[in-house]
C-alpha cells in the first residue's frame, strides 16, 4: 500500500486526532510529538485535506488575514517601501508612541 492509498483510506476520525496532537503537541495520552513524527503527521494531513478537497479556510495552518489583507501587516506583502538602498530600514517605518 502506498502511502497516497493510506490517506485516501484514512477514517476522518484518525485525521482529527493527528490534527489535535499537532495542535497540542503531544499525543491523546499525553506523550510529547517528536520532530518526526510532528512532521510526517503535518504531512498526513496536508495530504487528507487535499485528496478530500477541505475548504482552504478549515485547512491546518490557514491565516485569515480579513482586513489587514494586502497591507503592511500582511506577510505576503512586499517590504521593499521605505528601506534604503543598502537594505536598511527607513525612518519612514518607524513612529513614537508617546504617553
Known amino acids: 500500500m502506498t502511502y497516497e492509498e493510506l490517506i485516501k483510506r484514512l477514517d476522518p476520525a484518525v485525521y482529527q486526532s493527528l490534527k489535535r ?7 491523546p495520552d499525553g506523550r510529547n510529538l517528536s520532530d518526526e513524527q510532528r512532521s510526517i503527521c503535518m504531512e498526513a494531513v496536508i495530504y487528507y485535506e487535499d485528496h478530500h478537497n477541505t475548504p482552504m479556510e478549515e ?5 485569515d488575514r480579513g482586513e489587514k489583507a494586502g ?4 506577510p505576503s506583502v512586499s517590504r521593499t517601501a521605505g528601506k534604503s538602498s543598502n537594505g536598511a530600514a527607513g525612518s519612514d517605518q518607524y513612529f513614537e508612541v508617546k504617553s
Do not use: M
Request: charged share 25%; net charge neutral; with cysteine.
Open 21 to 27: 496532537a499537532l495542535e497540542l503537541g503531544k499525543w
Open 71 to 74: 497591507t503592511a501587516c500582511d
Open 59 to 63: 485547512r491546518v495552518g490557514y491565516l
